[in-house]
């Protein structure tokens, strides 16, 4: 059982079981911490009011394609930040702090259910600042893009939850996607499959594992 963790760095082996803190201040504690239901139901909320709103402004087709190029963006970010922002290698104290607190102690105990997905204030807060950027970038589409990208992030992080909490399902591209899963976190952390909704971009970028799941 060892063997399989000889290459996997010190600070990404995974633990069976257990948890660990990030502050020592109770309340700031609580914070990086959430059940699962909490985020997806006030993301979803959020998603289904800002739809209703454009739908006001835009007719359906192009709500549509507007929305699912926020879904796609989505899963490009999940892939770009997993891979160079929470895995890339470094020596910098600042961004070896960010890694370990936003993801780094998912990767040493990676059955803890509190924190499978990003807790209601700080994810708020990150939202105000993507909805900032987008409005910057396409103005007034960005009331319909910006459902789209946050309906991305819902299907992430129940497809993340499940996967760490569920077996694997019988159905066969939930079940690949579950074990591509597995792979990230027991052999393959800092190399290969970054995506976790979908497998498009390792495959695009060429880092799909070469494993039959």
Known sequence: MEKQFDKIPEH????DKGTDTLFTNSWMEKLTRTHISIPVMMHLGIVGYVSYLALQSYNF???ALLFASGVLTWTFAE?????????VKTEKKWLLKIQHMGHGIHHQYPKD?????????PALIL????YSIFWLIMRGYAIAFFPGFLFGYVLYISFHYMQHIMKPPKFGPLNRLWKFHALHHYKYPETKAF????????IVFGTLPE???
């Open 195 to 202: 995506g976790v909704s979908t497998k498009l971009w390792d």
């Open 79 to 87: 892939y770009w930040v997993h891979r160079y922002v929470y895995h």
């Open 113 to 121: 259910p509190t924190r499978l997905a990003m807790p209601p204030v």
């Open 127 to 130: 939202l105000s600042i993507f």
């Open 211 to 213: 494993e039959k799941v």
């Open 61 to 63: 087709v192009t709500f």
């Open 12 to 15: 990404l082996k995974p633990k």
